[in-house]
Each structure stands twice: as C-alpha cells, then as structure tokens.
Nanobody, 117 residues
C-alpha cells in the first residue's frame, strides 16, 4: 500500500531556501520531479531506501535529497533558489533508480514552488 503526500511548497525570493517533504511509506526508490507551465516534467533527484542519491545536473550543489525512514519521509532541501526553479514539484515511488518519469509507479499530487525575482 503506497500513499504519497507532498508538502512544503510556497513562495520564496530568489536566493532563498525551501524544504519539501514527501510522506512516503514503504521501501521504495523515491524521486522528485518538477513541471513548469508549458514544459515537460523533469527529473530532480532520487533516493533509495538505503540512502543512495542521484541529482539532476541542473540542481547539483543546490538541492539535496534525503530521507528519514523512522518518519517515513523524504525531503528535498532546496537552496540558492532561482526563478527558473518555479514549478510544481512531485514526489514519486518506483522500483529502481531512474530519471525517467514513466518508470515510477505512484505519484503525489504536487506542491507549488514559486521563486520570485
């Protein structure tokens, strides 16, 4: 039984930080994706149950994915935010590490992140 709930989105100024949370039970690979209006959904980061991470080049050094298995929560810490980071952010679970959205099985409903200039 898989249930995903994202939280933590909001409005932040460029250069600021936000931390997104994904309540995700079960031992799955969890990925973060984002989608801006008129653009295709893109991979952001992923993490395995054992903590192995993968980050997209566009967010490397600024974003960091982590998880707390006791709380059944995956986090996306977003620092040095830019206006181009504005998007709806989704968490998803899958069977293995992948950057392809279609290979994930379950999705949350998304949380809006807006970065103002």
């Amino acid at each position: 039984q898989v249930q995903l709930v994202e939280s933590g989105g909001g409005l932040v100024q460029a250069g600021g930080s936000l931390r997104l949370s994904c309540a995700a039970s079960g031992r799955y690979v969890v990925g973060w994706f984002r989608q801006a209006p008129g653009k295709e959904r893109e991979f952001v980061a992923s993490i395995t149950w054992n903590g192995m991470t993968l980050h997209a080049d566009s967010v490397q050094g600024r974003f960091s994915i982590s998880r707390d298995n006791v709380k059944n929560t995956v986090y996306l810490q977003m620092n040095s935010l830019k206006s181009e980071d504005t998007a709806v952010y989704y968490c998803a679970t899958g069977r293995r590490t992948t950057m392809v959205s279609g290979e994930y099985d379950y999705w949350g409903q998304g949380t809006q992140v807006t970065v103002s200039s």
